[in-house]
């Protein structure tokens, strides 16, 4: 029995003529100390699989069970690490974190809480800007905020919603080399949402894409099993990789064709006009006449 | 972990210690801290003369100010100029409506230097001035106002002080006759004036505080009224459906319906204080008003704000599970925080309009009820008066306001919405 399991989920929004599926026929199985990527395009459903296992979406086929029980509601054991940051504005990193750990070590005593805010800031290094709110913060500080105020509560499963798609490309490779440091310290299972099949190359064992829907399913995974620390060079230009990424853009592709198929299998007929060059042929139809007005027209 | 965030502390504290040491030996004036620290206050309009001040591009600040300073300057000047020529033609058999120069020889009882007396007619102002004592100023002039209420009530206790000593003397002198049963009721004669105490007007300015009093007790009473129940509404679509119609219905109710609904509720639960203590059931009443009438705007407005919490921010109290209180004091209010004091704001403007008018009907000593006076007087000096009280009125209304707006904008982050 695998740690997260997702079996014959189905989810959807909306009731009665208004229901629209996202998710249909939903089975994935990940191995704990796993890390996997979940590619796809965006609007897929990526988010409520991500959701699904958080716990603050409930399927309404299918069960989904970590850890041997099924999920019922969120639990600090899996830790979801926002698209958006969502951090309060009102606190400073320091108060950010803290107010998970209040509220998950509420037994401890207050220095110990106060330490594993500090470790949890530290781990992200961020300890220089502990109490700036997050309005002073640029954005990759923000998720750095955002990914230690999730590390604080110590979880098992780490949920990482597209963290770095906010993010520019040098700020984003800093930030995930951050995330496999603290990956390979801790051993957590991480599920990572991305949009970047090369994010998901340098840093998943598995590679999972989502059809597009809806309602979508989970595309032929892709396992990267290269050994680790990977080279970022060797992805971009490597032969080894080159197979790996084919396959997965292939399917995308294949995807998008068949949307692109489907939206033309409705026709639509185009009015059967040629454009005309005005610059060298006037419209002679007007020419000389003054455009009529509308007392004339009726 | 803390040696590391140790020397950053000390380190930046050192940064700011060396920057600010050149400053103390040597006081520089920063144009653009001063300026953006007056905007902050929500006198941004002062902006530019500190800007000004401080040699920042002058040119543009001179630009600044003669759009933002002369073109009100020139307004109000075009709308006095308007008034003084409209108020001659406005005339009754006892009351005219007085001009400027008569309303600012309400306020400060002299008449502008170059221009004839504004009231020939009536008492003769700096000449004769009504009371010998009065330092030459008209009595019925807000100025000569505050000073005659003090005399008024300063002749009054005099003539009570001779009053308990005549009958203090009689009962002495009876008591010498032998006549005990006389004495003692000279004496009980004597103590109930000593007893009395002064019922006239309080002056302008203690009418002034006690606006302010009556509005404060309305408003503070209307905020924990109104922030509990809008945060209910807000959080609980039900409670919501369930209070909007009383909401809706009670809403455009005018302070003077109100009135004598609130008049019944203080005459039964305040007790009668004694005449000298402020703490009058009419305040009371007024308040009362003011609270009904200023409830609305914050209880709108808290629901509003509690229900538009970003729905992120919420997922991270589910996340976390954060208990109801938590949630409710970490993430809720604050998030509508600025909201809400959009609501505060709008309460404050409308519980001070409304005081005027539940002033004049509770005879509360505010300024509604020094209006109402004034207009019970019916004299043009009196109604010069009004005017004048109308501009403190203004006044205090939009002071009242910018310190609303400094609050509001305390209370809300910059980037509110990440």
């Excluded at chain 1, 979508?216 to 790996?244: N, Q, S, W």
């Excluded at chain 2, 953006?36 to 001040?53: E, M, Q, V």
Aim: hydrophobic share 40%; aromatic share 8%.
């Amino acid at each position: 029995m695998a740690y997260i399991e997702l079996n014959n989920v189905s989810v959807g929004f909306g009731s009665g003529t208004d229901r629209s599926e996202v998710l249909e026929d939903i089975n994935l199985h990940i191995e704990k100390g796993e890390f996997i990527a979940l590619l796809g395009y965006s609007g897929t459903g990526k988010s409520t699989i991500m959701n699904l296992i958080a716990g603050l979406v409930f399927p309404d086929e299918g069960e989904v069970i970590v850890d041997g029980r099924k999920v019922t509601g969120p639990g600090p054991e899996r830790g979801l690490v926002f698209q958006n940051y969502s951090l309060l504005p009102w606190f400073d990193v320091y108060d950010n974190v803290a107010l998970a750990v209040d509220e998950i070590y509420s037994a401890d005593s207050e220095t110990e809480r106060d330490e594993k805010i500090r470790t949890a800031i530290d781990r992200v290094n961020l300890t220089d800007a502990l109490h700036k709110r997050p309005g002073e913060l640029s954005g990759g500080m923000r998720q750095r905020n955002s990914v230690a105020r999730t590390l604080s509560m110590n979880p098992e499963v780490l949920l990482l919603d597209e963290p770095l798609s906010a993010l520019d490309a040098l700020t984003r490779s800093v930030i995930q080399d951050q995330i496999l440091g603290i990956w390979k310290e801790l051993g957590q299972t991480i599920v990572l949402i991305t949009n970047d099949v090369d994010e998901g190359l340098y840093m998943a064992d598995r590679i999972i894409p989502l059809s597009v829907g809806p309602p979508a399913t989970l595309g032929p995974e892709t396992v990267v099993d290269k050994k680790r620390p990977r080279d970022r060079k060797a992805i971009t230009t490597g032969e080894e990789y080159h197979k790996l990424r084919q396959q997965v853009i292939d399917f995308l592709l294949a995807e998008k064709e068949k949307e692109r198929a489907a939206s033309h299998a409705r026709p639509v007929s185009l009015p059967n006009v040629r454009p005309m060059d005005i610059s060298r042929h006037r419209p002679t139809a007007f020419r000389g006449q003054r455009p009529k007005k509308r007392k004339e027209i009726a | 972990m803390s040696t590391a965030a140790t020397p950053s502390k000390t380190g930046s504290v050192s940064v700011s210690d060396s920057n600010q040491k050149p400053e103390r030996k040597r006081f520089t004036y920063n144009p653009n801290r001063v300026a953006h620290t007056l905007t902050k206050l929500g006198l941004g309009y002062f902006a530019p003369f500190a800007r000004l001040i401080g040699k920042d591009e002058p040119a543009k600040q001179l630009k600044e100010i003669a759009v933002n300073t002369c073109l009100p300057i020139v307004a109000f000047l075009c709308f006095v100029i308007g008034w003084s020529i409209l108020a001659r033609f406005v005339k009754t058999d006892s009351v005219q409506i007085p001009g400027p120069h008569q309303s600012w020889y309400a306020l400060t009882g002299t008449a502008l230097p170059g221009l004839s007396h504004p009231f020939p007619d009536s008492v003769s102002g700096q000449e004769a001035p009504y009371f010998a004592d009065n330092q030459g100023l008209d009595p019925k002039s807000i100025n000569g106002f505050v000073v005659a209420e003090e005399i008024a009530e300063l002749n009054y206790q005099e003539s009570q002080q001779e009053r308990v000593d005549k009958f203090l003397a009689r009962s002495r002198e009876a008591e010498a006759e032998g006549d005990l049963e006389k004495a003692a009721k000279y004496k009980k004669n004597a103590d109930t004036f000593a007893d009395k105490t002064y019922q006239g007007n309080k002056t302008f300015y203690d009418q002034i505080w006690i606006s302010l009093l009556t509005v404060a007790i309305g408003f503070i009473i209307a905020t924990l009224v109104a922030v509990p129940i809008g945060v209910l509404c807000g959080i609980s679509p039900m409670f919501n459906i369930a209070l909007n119609p009383l909401i809706q219905l009670f809403k455009p109710v005018s302070p003077l319906a109100w009135f004598p609904i609130v008049f019944v509720f203080t005459t039964a639960l305040v007790a009668t204080p004694p005449s000298d203590s402020i703490w009058q059931r009419a305040l009371w009443t007024s308040a009362g008003v003011v609270m009904l009438c200023s409830l609305w705007p914050t209880l709108i407005n808290t629901a509003v704000g509690v229900a538009s919490v970003d729905k992120d921010h919420l997922n991270v109290a589910k996340v976390l599970k954060l208990g109801w209180f938590k949630r409710i004091w970490k993430i809720v209010l604050p998030a509508s925080l600025p909201l809400i004091f959009t609501g505060l704001r709008l309460s404050v403007g409308v519980g001070w309009m409304v005081l005027i008018a539940a002033d004049m009907m509770a005879q509360n000593q505010g300024l509604g009820k020094f209006v109402w006076d004034m207009y019970q007087n019916g004299d043009t000096m009196s109604t010069a008066q009004i005017i004048v009280a109308v501009f403190v009125i203004g006044a205090i209304g939009f002071v009242l306001d910018r310190i609303m707006l400094v609050c509001q904008r305390l209370v809300t982050f910059e980037e509110q919405n990440i």
